[in-house]
T-cell receptor, first 114, second 114 residues
Framework: DQQVKQNSPSLSVQEGRISILNCDYTNSMFDYFLWYKKYPAEGPTFLIS?????DKNEDGRFTVFLNKSAKHLSLHIVPSQPGDSAVYFCAASHAGAGGFKTIFGAGTRLFVKA | ETGVTQSPTHLIKTRGQQVTLRCSSQSGHNTVSWYQQALGQGPQFIFQYYREEENGRGNFPPRFSGLQFPNYSSELNVNALELDDSALYLC?????????????FGSGTRLTVV
């Protein structure tokens, strides 16, 4: 039951360029979408979120775009820095009859080359 | 401000045994969630507790149970351990139960079932 999919296991980008991480979902009931970053031997760190009623949210170098009709969201990092090299998880949440749930994608490993 | 701490960091158990994992939430956070992360996968939602009550559950059998205490610390209990329970178990806390609040994750407990 993969309601949240990150189809690219890895992405390599040159320092200073844009990184675009993609995520697709199937459940139209999701209320919020979130991005997390994870370094080895650490727990995921929250980056940015977006409500399902918005189409864009920006925080510094990070921007998340939501296309509800396509059930697709993306995270843009501009400019990319070597310290951005990590695994990025897309997550989606909703409060339904069974209670509150957050579903994570499998992650995309980003390599930023100096 | 302390983050989320989990104990133990590593654990080896025998199939059929029971295990208890512990989590101290970030100061001021009243919501705690538990996740199971298998190698190469994203975190899988087990359940969430808000003010000592379970308010959401993923697709995990009843042998996965939890508790949240008045100080908002939490336990994850797994009975009748199976080999497939071997994974990284992550605890995450947040200020509210709403989906737009990013969670603060601990570094996890690595459970190995032999």
């Amino acid at each position: 039951d993969q309601q949240v999919k990150q189809n690219s296991p890895s992405l390599s980008v040159q320092e200073g360029r844009i990184s675009i991480l993609n995520c697709d979902y199937t459940n139209s009931m999701f209320d919020y979408f979130l991005w997390y970053k994870k370094y080895p031997a650490e727990g995921p760190t929250f980056l940015i979120s977006i409500s399902s009623i918005k189409d864009k949210n920006e925080d510094g170098r990070f921007t998340v775009f939501l296309n509800k009709s396509a059930k697709h969201l993306s995270l843009h990092i501009v400019p990319s820095q070597p310290g951005d090299s990590a695994v990025y998880f897309c997550a989606a949440s909703h409060a339904g009859a069974g209670g509150f749930k957050t579903i994570f994608g499998a992650g995309t490993r980003l390599f930023v080359k100096a | 401000e302390t983050g989320v701490t989990q104990s133990p960091t590593h654990l080896i158990k025998t199939r059929g045994q029971q295990v208890t994992l512990r989590c101290s939430s970030q100061s001021g956070h009243n919501t705690v969630s538990w996740y199971q992360q298998a190698l190469g996968q994203g975190p899988q939602f087990i359940f969430q507790y808000y003010r000592e009550e379970e308010n959401g559950r993923g697709n995990f059998p009843p042998r996965f149970s939890g508790l949240q205490f008045p100080n908002y610390s939490s336990e994850l209990n797994v009975n009748a351990l199976e080999l497939d329970d071997s994974a990284l178990y992550l605890c995450a806390s947040s200020l509210q139960t709403g989906g737009n609040y990013g969670y603060t994750f601990g570094s996890g407990t690595r459970l190995t079932v032999v």
